[in-house]
């Protein structure tokens, strides 16, 4: 029942962690899918002398529903404040196709909703299809392919489509101990943005990026706490031509923790750090500086199960921009709460 609680609650990582702010934070939207599961529920020692049968072995989703407010939704100087209502929802079909390995299929939702400054307004559709591969008991390989389409009604220019490709090797250590290396290519096109020549010239392509990401994760888990250090390295490559506006690398670190006071509470705290360099874009206050960025998130959540399948959220989250160019600094926070229903 632990380890049921426990996985629950690191999707809901994901959730509370990738919600409005990180979306807002990070255009890349680096933080959505976070790598999430829990320790299995055996290492096998020997086979089962019985003959194998494919069947569909677990449907699992979930959905939430948050209400919040955010006191500067652009994450700029003129600090915009709204309230927003975010819900999100997820589909996930498991079939065993043989011992060792299982076909995964499914798909994520997100909106988010804002009462008046609705030009952030947001709908994220991303179905997937993938296999997890047991290589032995404690080396496991997850591979998904998953199409993602972000619709903003309201801000044309930023509405996307886009594939994205994973691999992770995840090894258990033992029992309590995981460590996992994945990679990930990204590629977007944006149908209602054309690249910019120069300062004032519009090309006649549609703006496309081309991201690949490696990633290092380590996690540990007990029976009252669950312990994760994710590391993400990447580059994004675009066809915008002007100061390449959107070439950039960038290096991410997270930790987190999630502590169980009692069955029922329990909380999620997590940190952010990520500096990013980009390759040609210029500061507004010194032409002559190339654009660096140091960004930090902070978060937390305290969760209380209602029942077996259904839990309450309470989040804040800060966020806070360090840059060598005075447009890209910012800071802002959200509070937010909600209902999650898993099953």
């Known amino acids: 029942m632990r380890r049921y609680f426990l996985g629950t609650c690191v999707l809901f990582i994901a959730l509370a962690f990738g919600g409005v702010r990180s979306f807002a934070v990070d255009e890349q939207i680096t933080d959505r899918y976070p ?25 699992t989703g979930f959905v939430d529903l948050q209400q919040g407010y ?12 709204d309230g927003f209502l975010q819900g999100t929802a997820n589909i996930d079909v498991k079939y065993e196709q043989a011992d060792n390995l299982k076909l995964r299929a499914g798909v994520d939702l997100f909106e988010a909703i804002y009462y008046k400054h609705n030009v952030n307004n947001l709908l994220d559709v991303s179905p997937y299809a993938g296999f997890d591969l047991e290589i032995t008991p404690e080396i496991i390989s997850r591979n ?33 101990l995981y460590q996992e290396v994945g990679y990930e290519y990204i590629r977007r096109w944006y149908p209602d943005k054309k690249v910019a020549l120069h300062e004032a010239q519009e090309g006649n392509i549609d703006r496309g990026d081309e991201r690949y990401r490696v990633k ?39 930790p987190s923790i999630m502590y169980f006071f ?34 930090v998130i902070c978060d937390a959540t305290l969760y209380y199960d209602i029942t077996s399948g259904m839990t309450f959220g309470l ?5 806070e921009n360090f840059s060598n160019d005075p447009y890209q600094q910012y800071s802002g926070s959200v509070v937010s709460g909600g209902i999650y229903y898993s099953f």
């Open 70 to 81: 955010d006191n500067n939704v652009d994450l700029n100087s003129q600090r915009h404040k």
């Open 262 to 295: 009692t069955e029922k509470l329990y909380t999620a705290v997590g940190v952010i750090y990520k500096r990013t360099k980009y390759k040609d874009r210029r500061s507004t206050d010194d032409p002559t500086k190339i654009v660096i960025d140091n960004t």
């Open 216 to 254: 290092y994760n380590v996690g540990m888990y007990s029976d009252r706490f669950f312990v994760r250090l994710s590391n993400e390295f990447a580059r994004n490559n675009s066809n915008y031509t002007y100061q390449e506006y959107y070439d950039y690398w960038y290096y991410r670190v997270k």
């Open 35 to 59: 790598s999430t599961s829990q320790p299995p529920e055996k290492i096998k020692e020997v086979e089962e002398d019985v003959p194998f049968e494919r069947k569909l072995t677990e449907i």
């Open 144 to 176: 998904r392919v998953m199409f993602e389409y972000f619709s903003y009604p309201n801000k044309k220019e930023s509405t996307f489509s886009g594939i994205v490709l994973t691999s992770y090797l995840r090894h258990y250590i033992s029992r309590t």
């Open 315 to 319: 989040t804040y989250a800060y966020s």
